[in-house]
């Protein structure tokens, strides 16, 4: 059993930026970021392997960049140029296989005011 924990959240003006962190209780092979706004489905934000293999959501790119450190077993997402419909929780997640998540984090709440 993975556990995640996320940090980073907050309230941030629209053009602003946050850097939200996930550390995982072991190693494991993908790791990755969705979203969910109120009442709005739960979308893929960003995701990579430990290999750094990386996708993105097409509302993000350019804009987020997420990266890992292996040695520590955490996963970045730097968010810049945020927007206020970038608003949402942020989940990170986990899994042994690309976009087969087994495991999520609690969720960390992301504001862009205009």
């Known amino acids: 059993q993975v556990q995640l924990v996320e940090s980073g959240g907050g309230l941030v003006q629209a053009g602003g930026s946050l850097r939200l962190s996930c550390a995982a209780s072991g190693s494991i092979y993908a790791m990755g970021w969705y979203r969910q706004a109120p009442g709005k489905q739960r979308e893929l934000v960003a995701a990579?392997?430990?290999?750094?293999?990386?996708n993105y959501a097409d509302s993000v790119k350019g804009r987020f960049t997420i990266s890992r450190d292996n040695v520590k077993n955490t996963v970045y997402l730097q968010m810049n140029s945020l927007k206020p419909e970038d608003t949402a929780v942020y989940y990170c997640?986990?899994?042994?296989?690309?976009?087969?998540?087994?495991?999520w984090g609690q969720g960390t709440q992301v504001t862009v005011s205009s």
């Open positions: 997640n986990a899994g042994t296989r690309y976009f087969q998540w087994d495991y």
């Open positions: 990579i392997t430990s290999g750094g293999r990386t």
